[in-house]
Structure formats: C-alpha cells, structure tokens
C-alpha cells in the first residue's frame, strides 16, 4: 500500500496534468497484490475517457514519477475511467447519483458489519444516507466513516423474448 500523505502529494502533481489533457481526476487510490503495490488513477470528462487517452496520461505520469521519486518502492500503475462500478473518493461526487445502488465498506463495524447495500438517498456535505437493500432501513454514514464505497451496478434484465 502507499500511504495516504503520499496520495495526497500525487493528487496536486496528477490533477494540472489530467487537466492540461482535458481530463477530470475523479479519484486516486491503492491496494497491494502478493508482489508489490499497485497505484490506481481514475481520470474523467463528461462524455467518458478512451484508452488512447489513459494512455498518453500514464506515460507522463511514469515520467513525473521517475524524475520526482515519490514512491520508494516498486508499485504497478493503472490508470483509467472509473467506469460502471465507479468508486468515490468525497461526497460531491455523490452529488447527481441518488438512487443508484451503492456497495460500501467501512472502517470500524456498525451494528456489527462492516459492509452495505443501499440506494443513495440524500447526500449532504460530508454525510450521505442509504436505504438498505434488505429490510428499507434508512443509515447515515459520515464520509470519513467510509473506506471504500462505489457504485453497484445492475445489469438490466435480460428479455428472453417470451410473452407473458
């Protein structure tokens, strides 16, 4: 994994560049496989992003980070469009997707889980509520509170061609 205050220095260097691209930087996270740690860059315009873009951004992005050297060790990059099952990394971009379906993951146990299914119901500055998929309840979450939400999408029901 690569700690957080060094996300947050990669997040001022990557976003002028997705900008001068004409890209939005939706977002910046990391995880680690068996191996080693792997950096992932959601980038984002309103009519979606294409590979040749993602492309041309990770070369520049490679080459910020050998000159700059922020990241000591061995890490795989990826970048790309956030895509169906989008993750969000603030409240704001919640902002326009409510009653979507969202999967989250918190940090420390509610009610004895750490993972939700709900719609998004209301986003508020630093809060958003969810009703749950099982039982309608209604649970507020602060952001902070979140390790890890993104949308779940649902696939539309196959018609088989049958009638009724």
């Not at 895509?83 to 509610?110: A, C, D, I, V, W």
């Not at 009610?111 to 749950?132: D, N, P, W």
């Not at 952001?143 to 049958?162: H, L």
Request: overall charge negative; glycine content about 8%.
């Amino acid at each position: 994994m690569i700690a957080p205050n060094i996300i947050k220095e990669l997040t001022g260097l990557v976003a002028p560049m997705a900008e001068a691209m004409g890209l939005t930087l939706w977002g910046i996270e990391s995880s680690s496989d068996d191996w080693r740690a792997i950096l992932r860059i959601y980038v984002d315009t309103d009519d979606g992003v294409d590979v040749s873009q993602c492309a041309s951004l990770s070369r520049d992005i490679s080459v910020m980070l050998d000159v700059e050297d922020i990241i000591p060790d061995s890490f795989s990059l990826e970048v790309s469009s956030p895509g169906l099952n989008r993750p969000f990394f603030s409240t704001e971009q919640m902002q326009g997707y409510e009653g979507q379906q969202l999967k989250l993951r918190l940090h420390e146990p509610f009610e004895g889980s750490k993972s939700f299914i709900g719609a998004l119901k209301t986003v508020e500055e630093q809060r958003f509520t969810i009703i749950l998929e099982d039982g309608g309840d209604e649970l507020t979450f602060g952001f902070d509170e979140i390790k890890r939400v993104r949308i779940r999408y649902q696939f539309p029901a196959k018609n088989t061609g049958r009638k009724a």
